[in-house]
């Protein structure tokens, strides 16, 4: 039975998936997404989520600092993710399934984070379609 057991082991004890997350949550901020498995992706969401608003806080920064090790990835957090993500109070990631791996079978995601950016540009694109979807509709 599975009483009280909190999260996914992912096959690996406790140091192991610590420095598993930390190497995913650090490839995600540093290169905006990553192509992972679903496993894998759903295990770090909430953690991302966490993460960003620990360094939102300027009081809670020493948290985040503690899991995310490098002050390369520190400072692009603090200095360009954080600003693009300031209007946001959640769900910071998006997880789009790409299709199944060909050795295991393993189902494989990119998971993005979702800046202010990409949203802007997604509203630009729909508008222009809803426009010329009315352009045809009335001619």
């Known amino acids: 039975m599975r009483h009280k057991v909190y ?3 992912l096959g690996r004890d406790k140091n192991e998936r610590t420095a598993l997350f930390k190497n995913l949550v650090g490839s995600l ?10 496993a ?7 953690l991302i989520d966490k993460i960003i608003n620990q360094a939102k806080n300027p009081s809670t920064r020493r948290l985040m600092q503690t899991f995310l090790v490098s002050k390369k ?3 692009k ?3 360009e993710v954080i600003p693009a993500l300031k209007s946001r109070t959640s769900g ?3 997880i789009i399934k790409v299709g199944q791996r060909q ?10 984070l979702l800046l202010e950016e990409v949203k ?6 729909q508008a222009g379609a809803v426009k010329s979807g009315k352009e045809k509709t009335s001619t």
């Open 40 to 46: 894998k992706a759903k295990a770090i969401k909430g």
């Open 77 to 79: 957090l603090i200095k």
């Open 120 to 125: 802007e540009s997604r509203v630009k694109s």
């Open 73 to 75: 990835i520190q400072e």
């Open 29 to 38: 901020i540093l290169y905006g997404q990553i192509k992972t498995t679903q």
């Open 92 to 94: 910071y990631t998006s």
């Open 7 to 9: 999260g996914t082991h």
């Open 103 to 112: 050795g295991d079978g393993a189902m494989m995601v990119r998971i993005s």
